[in-house]
Antibody, heavy 126, light 104 residues
């Protein structure tokens, strides 16, 4: 069974950098295609931040493209998120997620997020 | 960025059926639905408009007409009380609806 677990600081200062890791267990990250980050705020709801392939290929939400970087560490079986120049608007619960593999059709649904981490709360405050 | 519009709340009695709409840029077949209980991560309950992942109750069903997708919950149960979100892939990004609070 695929399991995801986010980790990182729960508090980041304004203008600082938010850094989170997502540890994957149950499957090597190289065995599946894309891995995503999603955040949730009371005001804006769910927001997809972007995703990354194990080779490092990325696809970011255009609204964050100037501030976001995702990376993978195959040796640790994890992937990471960095968000720079954070403001209070970046305060949210951050989730890592993976799409669904439909074994009946041998199709990977990249944006049907079947597996989620528990989420980690990040507050941006001085 | 395109938006998906959901009703803020829907309510029903145990045993009834309810339908949640999701209107907007969901013109292709990439619509998914998620259930979220307080303090928990979202759970995928419908993908590709009508498909249920393994383990999801048959009481959940999805459909789409034009640019409006719908989630129907049949035989409403107390455990169905939660928030429900639709999502769609469009213009190289994933967008989510604002969420619907279902009260049983």
């Amino acid at each position: 069974q695929v399991q995801l677990q986010e980790s990182g600081p729960g508090l980041v200062k304004p203008s600082g950098t938010l850094s989170l890791n997502c540890s994957v267990s149950g499957v090597p990250i190289v065995a599946t295609t894309w891995w995503s980050w999603v955040r949730q705020t009371p005001g804006k709801g769910l927001e997809w931040l972007g995703d990354i392939y194990h080779t490092g290929l990325t696809n970011y939400n255009a609204s964050l493209r100037s501030r976001i970087t995702m990376s993978t560490d195959v040796s640790k079986n994890q992937f990471s998120l960095e968000l720079t120049s954070v403001t209070a608007a970046d305060t949210a619960v951050y989730y890592c997620a993976r799409g669904l593999w439909d074994s009946d059709t041998s199709t990977y649904f990249r944006y049907a997020f079947q597996f989620w981490g528990h989420g980690t709360e990040v507050a941006v405050s001085s | 960025q395109s938006a998906l519009t959901q009703p803020a709340s829907v309510s029903g009695s145990p045993g009834q059926s309810i339908t949640i709409s999701c209107s907007g840029d969901s013109s292709d077949s990439s619509v998914s639905w998620y259930q979220q209980h307080p303090g928990k991560a979202p759970q995928l309950i419908i993908y590709k408009v009508t498909n249920r992942p393994s383990g999801v109750s048959h009481r959940f069903s999805g459909s789409k007409s034009g640019t409006t997708a719908s989630l129907t919950i049949s035989g409403l149960q107390a455990e169905d009380e939660a928030h429900y979100f639709c999502s769609s892939y469009t213009v190289r990004t994933v967008i989510f609806g604002g969420g619907t609070k279902v009260t049983v």
